[in-house]
């Protein structure tokens, strides 16, 4: 079935450093979907995408649509404490069952 | 605009027995569907509802089911719990089909 592969698994950073993840999928998908859990919540989306290539940020979060639709990064420069979470991407598979497959999240820790 | 509402947020349960977890979608959203979030699996899909029809279902046993209301609110029931069981169960809704899914806080169900 369609997987996939969320790098790193986690990270630990100072504060102050730019942060970048990335997901890989041997499948084509027609959306990437990016979201953030904190402690205790459920995920909440940051930044959706729809055409292969296409860049957008929202603050200080920047992702891409990869050209091949089988992958997208996520940025976030200038870390500050409160980007601590659990990253996950998401995609949308290319059929009619609208299924969205997810990673297994990018934890990251910021060093003070 | 309320969010997606997910009650109850907590839950212990004995094994063996056997539970009802309740959501309710942003109000305007059609498609409610499930996940099961554990800490070495990340985020398993379950099943969606789409106007009270299930569209998709995971690879969970059929001690897990589901349904939808016409109010579009949906319950997920689990049978004959296993410790296995205890996980973060997250909803979370779209308006249509091909939208973007909002999650709820999830419920925390422990099973001893």
């Known amino acids: 079935g369609q997987q996939l592969n969320q790098s790193p698994q986690s990270m630990f950073i100072q504060e102050g450093e730019d942060v970048s993840m990335n997901c890989t999928s041997s499948?084509?998908?027609?959306?990437w979907l990016w979201y953030k859990q904190e402690p205790g919540e459920g995920p909440v989306l940051l930044i959706a995408?729809?055409?292969?290539?296409e860049l957008t940020s929202n603050g200080r979060l920047t992702a891409q649509f990869g050209i091949t639709r089988k992958d997208s990064f996520l940025n976030i420069s200038a870390s500050i404490p409160s980007d601590v979470g659990i990253y996950f991407c998401?995609?949308?598979?290319?059929?009619?069952?609208?299924?969205?497959?997810f990673g297994k999240g990018t934890r990251l820790h910021i060093l003070p | 605009k309320a969010g997606v509402t997910q009650t109850p947020r907590y839950l212990i349960k004995t094994r063996g027995q056997q539970v009802t977890l309740s959501c309710s979608p942003i109000?305007?959203?059609?498609?409610v569907s499930w996940y099961q979030q554990t800490p070495g699996q990340g985020l398993q899909f379950l099943f969606e509802y789409f106007s009270e029809t299930q569209r998709n279902k995971g690879n969970f046993p059929g001690r897990f089911s589901g349904r939808q209301f016409s109010n579009s609110r949906s319950e997920m029931n689990v049978s004959t719990l296993e410790l296995g069981d205890s996980a973060l169960y997250l909803c979370a809704s779209k308006r249509q089909m091909n939208t973007e899914a909002f999650f709820g806080q999830g419920t925390r169900l422990t099973v001893v």
């Open positions: 499948s084509i998908f027609n959306t």
């Open positions: 109000s305007g959203h059609r498609s």
């Open positions: 995408l729809y055409k292969a290539g």
């Open positions: 998401a995609g949308r598979v290319m059929n009619r069952d609208d299924k969205i497959i």
